[in-house]
């Protein structure tokens, strides 16, 4: 039995288009592991307390957590720590949705990913996730293209392609949609069809990666 690491960022549930682009991916996905699990984190809907990591870090490096209240969140903190990373390494597939929140990541993702961070397993190479594939669906609300006027300003992909492809070492696929603001953004009005083309674009590649993931593990399976 197969299974798959959802990863939502987006705040917005309806019309998220990083969200819409998983959903393709994800029932791709299931269209050939009918009976594989699907186990969810939705980052947006259910962020990460930003203190969590500050408590983790104390812990690891043997700091006084000061009183009995502070000793047990600490203890709660690295345990949702090891969960995350035990969610990452338990996968045989990841699917990652993130859009791109004023030229980067969100500060839940951060979070997530510095939890991530924690576990000394997943950067020592070659660690537990190495190999594994993991596919990125990114919306971005403008164009950052090269020739474009913002091209070089999303510092979301290169951080998230750094973490998961250099230092997890992860086999890293993108299905990106930008331009995904011009509908609701008058400025954007005449980008409105490049926007509904790029976005087009995008779901058949998020069908196309996770095809050929689930592929894969079948294969790698038998």
Known sequence: MTTLLRVDASIRVDGSVSRALADSAEATWQAEHPDGVVVRRDLGKHP???????????????????????????????????????????????????????????????????????????VSGPGPVQGKPIIFTLARGGGYGAGTPREGWDHATPYLERVFGDMFGMDVRQAVAELTLAPVTPAMAELIDQSKVSEEEAHSSAKEHAADVARTLTETAA
Do not use: C, F
Not at 60 to 69: K, S, T
Not at 74 to 81: D, G, K, N
Not at 88 to 107: H, M, T
């Open 48 to 122: 990460i307390p930003s203190d969590v990591w500050p408590a983790v870090i104390s812990a690891n490096m043997g700091l006084d957590g000061g009183p009995d209240a502070d000793r047990a969140e600490t203890a709660e903190a690295v345990a949702l720590a090891k969960e995350l990373s035990s969610e990452l390494k338990n996968a045989d597939a990841v699917l990652l949705a993130v859009p791109l929140y004023n030229y980067g990541i969100s500060q839940h993702v951060k979070t997530w990913i510095d939890l991530l961070l924690t576990d000394t397993d997943l």
